[in-house]
C-alpha cells in the first residue's frame, strides 16, 4: 500500500468521524432550540403593521405611479437576464470562467473564487442585482413618515443580508474549501460553538464573543496589582466590577423587568426594535 493511499485511508476515517459528530451535534442543537421561551413582541422584531403600511404604500404608489414601478421591474429584469445570458454565453464557449462582473465592492465577496469560478460568482452576482432591487424598491417609497421609512430600510437591509450566499455552506467556497482541507472539522467547530452557546442561553442567539474563561483568578489579582501603581482608585473600581458586575457598567445595556416571566432580559438601548 503506498502513501498516498494510506494518507486517503486516513482522511476518509477522519472525515466519517467528523460527520457522526455533525449528527450528534445537530441533535443537542434541537434539543436546545426547543428550549427556548417566548420573549415579547416589543423586543422582536417589528409587527405586522409596519409590514401592512409598507405594502399598502407600495400598492398605492403602484396605483398612482405606475411608470416608477415599471421602471423598476424592468431594470432588475435587463440586468438579470442580461448577466445569464453573458454567463451561458461564456460556458457556450468552453471556457470555464465568470462573466464580467459590474457589482459594487463588496468585503463579504473577498475571496478569489467569488470572481474568478463561473458558479460562485453567479450566484453572488444574482444577489446583488436583487439586493439592489430590493433597496431601491424600498428607498423609493411614499406615503410613509420618517420613522416608518427608516424602520423598513433598516429591517429590509438584516432580511437582504441574511440570505447572502456567504452566509450558507454550500454557495461559499471560502467555508467549502475550509470544509475539505480540515475533513469536515472546521464545519464540527462551528456547530459546536453554535450549540454551545444555545445550550448556555436556554435556545436564545446570544453568540458569545469573548472567551468567558480568559480572566482567570490570577490574572485579575495581576491586573488590580498593576493598576494599584497606576491608580489606587481605578484599581477600587476594577476589583468592583470583576467581582460583582452589573449591567449599569456598560453604557450600552439597560435593564427592563418582565413582568410575565419575572426574569430581567438585557437589552441594548441603541437597537430597541420599537424605535427602529
Not at 27 to 53: E, T
Request: charged share 25%; glycine share 4%.
Amino acid at each position: 500500500m503506498t502513501t498516498n493511499e494510506i494518507d486517503a485511508g486516513q482522511n476518509l476515517e477522519e472525515l466519517n468521524s467528523n460527520l457522526a459528530k455533525i449528527e450528534d451535534l445537530s441533535q443537542r442543537l434541537v434539543a436546545a432550540m426547543s428550549h427556548k421561551r417566548q420573549v415579547r413582541p416589543s423586543l422582536q422584531g417589528p409587527g405586522q403593521d409596519l409590514y401592512m403600511k409598507a405594502a399598502a404604500a407600495y400598492m398605492a404608489e403602484m396605483m398612482a405611479n405606475p411608470a416608477k414601478i415599471i421602471e423598476h421591474q424592468v431594470s432588475y429584469w435587463g440586468k438579470s437576464l442580461k448577466h445569464y445570458v453573458e454567463a451561458q454565453q461564456a460556458l457556450a464557449s468552453g471556457k470555464l470562467e465568470a462573466p464580467e462582473d459590474h457589482t459594487p465592492t463588496d468585503k463579504r465577496f473577498a475571496n478569489e473564487l467569488w470572481q474568478t469560478h463561473p458558479f460562485f460568482n453567479f450566484m453572488k452576482q444574482q444577489y446583488m442585482l436583487n439586493a439592489e432591487a430590493v433597496q431601491e424598491a424600498v428607498s423609493d417609497l411614499e406615503g410613509l413618515d420618517s420613522d416608518e421609512k427608516r424602520r423598513i430600510e433598516y429591517f429590509s437591509r438584516q432580511i437582504v443580508d441574511m440570505f447572502s450566499p456567504t452566509n450558507f455552506l454550500g454557495t461559499n467556497p471560502e467555508a467549502l474549501t475550509r470544509a475539505v482541507e480540515t475533513n469536515g472539522q472546521s464545519l464540527v467547530d462551528g456547530l459546536e460553538n453554535l450549540v454551545r452557546d444555545l445550550e448556555a442561553a436556554d435556545g436564545e442567539m446570544l453568540v458569545n464573543l469573548a472567551d468567558k474563561e480568559a480572566f482567570t483568578p490570577t490574572l485579575k489579582a495581576s491586573l488590580s496589582a498593576r493598576l494599584t501603581s497606576i491608580s489606587p482608585s481605578a484599581a477600587s473600581r476594577s476589583r468592583t466590577r470583576f467581582s460583582s458586575p452589573s449591567t449599569s457598567d456598560c453604557p450600552f445595556v439597560s435593564t427592563a423587568r418582565d413582568s410575565a416571566s419575572g426574569l430581567v432580559p438585557r437589552k441594548f438601548v441603541g437597537l430597541n426594535m420599537s424605535t427602529i
